[in-house]
């Protein structure tokens, strides 16, 4: 990155704000050059983004909160029996996962984009009073069908804490002859979404599934709260940088400069009653 258009903070990087020029466009370039090295690489990783509106936030999803995790399978259990209709028809796990996490049941999906300008937006649409972050992620991205992906998924119903309890829960689903350490060793893997809804389409939505550890000491087959953040917020010395940090005071500015090329409330969120909430907004006197 050029020296004139960055400079390095504490936790990632600060993109410089020239009151008498577009920000947007600095960001733009960012995101240009993220891509060029990207297309540049023999292999098949593509970059990949997530924004968070304050950046003391973890990188950790929903169920890793508020001690859902010891309940997942509850929550899963719950949201299947209230609504069975629901979910009838979506052949497995993973994609259960994501349309409960669409309708706001805490998960261990974690939302990410390939579009950039939709990760700028959420990680300037809350808090103006705080710092936001906007994460770039360099990796491999696989279809929702992967069979590690759907392992990982099917875990969030699993309550035991031994190698035979794990044997027993993944033989039950149809999974035998399964090479559990490589399982319970995965910390993550990135898909992208399956596209069937609008808002999945016009956020470009992908996700991260978590595993159920984020390191190798303890107990392999129990699950633990991790954050992600040491594992893919770092220097990787490959030119794309990981974390930038936004500024509090130039949010409005960069959401104002979203908006004027249609990355707004209304685009991010196309249901009716966030229509209607971006039309009250755009009219209300401060």
Known sequence: MADEDNVLAQNGYIIENDPNSPLLSKYVDVFLRNESTANESEDKRGVFYRGQADKSYTLTPNVFRKGLLEKEHILIQDMLMNSPNDFSSIPNTLERLVKMQHYGLPTRLLDVTTNPLVALYFACSEHTDKDGELFAFYDYMEQPSNLTAQLLASLTEYTGSSERQMIGFLS???????ELVGLTAKQYIAIVAPRNNERIKRQCGAFIV?????GTDGNPFQKTYFDLRPLLIREFDDGIPRSI???KDTKPKLLTELDAIGINHAFIYPELEHQATS?????EEV
Do not use: A, S
Not at 172 to 178: A, H, I, P, Q, S
Not at 210 to 214: H, M, V
């Open 245 to 247: 940090i936004i500024p």
């Open 172 to 178: 039950e689903r149809g999974y035998v002859n399964m």
């Open 279 to 283: 039309i009250k907004t755009k009219y």
């Open 210 to 214: 978590t595993g159920i550890r984020g």
